[in-house]
């Protein structure tokens, strides 16, 4: 994987599936200097999903040959399939190398892979519906919890903040600022 690397994708509007285009090849060791160009499929992403899928049909095209067989549980049963080792190209050059994937009939709808968790665990993934627009981001790897609570709090805390008290304590303009930004007060809540 690149170092800090990311990418965002946006719907038209509010989406009840999460859907990026997805570039797939033989499994590489370095996007540099690799003369492999991938082929593009659509993809879904499932955070309910343990591993990624492939379809037959993206087998056959890139002319996979197997690495081993899994046991998978699905809704209906479970059932014996083929394992296969690819690369996986994200949007704005995200680049997963050497991921096992399992290989499926079909999927709903016109999706030829799925992102399971083995990928979103590598990193930071989060939903927005701002605006009544859905997007969703990843970043690799993983810098910082996401965390509202922690964000909302801050935001009250800021509200709180009146001249130079803070919850009743008195505030130097020079002292930190008691939100944890690391700015002097004056240059932050105390402005």
Known sequence: M????AFIASAQGLANQLVSFIGVSLPIKSAINSNLTPQSFKGIWDTGATASVITKKIV??????????TLVQGVT?????DRFLVSFYLPNKVIIPFVSVTECDALTGDFDILVGMDIINLGDFAVSNFNKKTSFTFRTPSMEEINFVKEIQLRQSKKVTDGHH?????IGRNDL???KSGKKFKKCCGK
């Open 60 to 69: 056959k095209q890139l002319n996979l040959k197997p690495i081993g067989k």
């Open 77 to 81: 049963g479970s059932a014996t399939r």
């Open 2 to 5: 690149n170092p800090e690397s």
């Open 177 to 179: 600022c008691p939100c």
């Open 166 to 170: 803070f919850y009743g304590q008195k």
